[in-house]
């Protein structure tokens, strides 16, 4: 084999070696919903909403199971305590203990302020739309703090009933999530989320601290930490139902 032929040989040989490579941007985007429901989950939450008049905090708890199900209860302050959320699938219930009542929200209100916050209900929820309803690209890949970072586009499918024209996520070889901007129909980013934390929680690496900030509003923010996890858990089936919902089960973390 001449020289010249040899390198073309050579050549494609290290081409597809690259390609081959080239790690999926729907698999990473799936590493990291993995990682952060876990099969299901339990979380103590501290949340702290800013405004430029005003702040307010707020504790919960939150237990997840699979890729659609998610109830989070309100443990303080008091006024709040009891407010709760089940997610089943696509639908969501909230329960008011002042009102005694369970209202069902309309899917169309999924993308609003979760008790004033700056996180919606998908959002706190864990709901994993931007793996189901979006397509995948890498856009670049990085060396941060010893680990790969992986910056992944992600554009709506076909017909796709969705609130963001793109998000744009930035991802860890480990599966935590970094930040992820997300943008308007008119690919205008609008907020972004930013993990200012990454510790052990449970089993594995974790944003144990996230903020959420509009982007066309100075001084407004929304922060979550993470003050204690475990996942893979056995979760009582009672947990998820709006019995449950309404009248708390006795539930401790073995």
Known sequence: MKFGAMLVVLGLGWGAAAVQAAPDPSALVKSAFDNWRG?????????SIHRPDWSRDLAMESWTRGDDDALVRFTGPAKDAGNATLKLGVAMWLFNPKLNQIIKLPASMMAQSWMGSDFSYNDLAKANTVLTDYRHRLL???TADGHKVYTIEA???PDAAVVWG???LRIRDDGVILDETYYDQDM???REMTTFKVGRLGDRPYPVGMEMKPLNKPGHWTRIEVSKGRFNLTLPGYLFTQSNLRNPRPWSLQ
Do not use: F, G
């Open 188 to 190: 205008q980013p609008v």
């Open 39 to 47: 099969t299901t989950s339990y979380t103590e939450i501290h949340m």
């Open 155 to 157: 554009l709506p499918k």
């Open 166 to 168: 793109k998000q744009v």
């Open 140 to 142: 670049k890949s990085e």
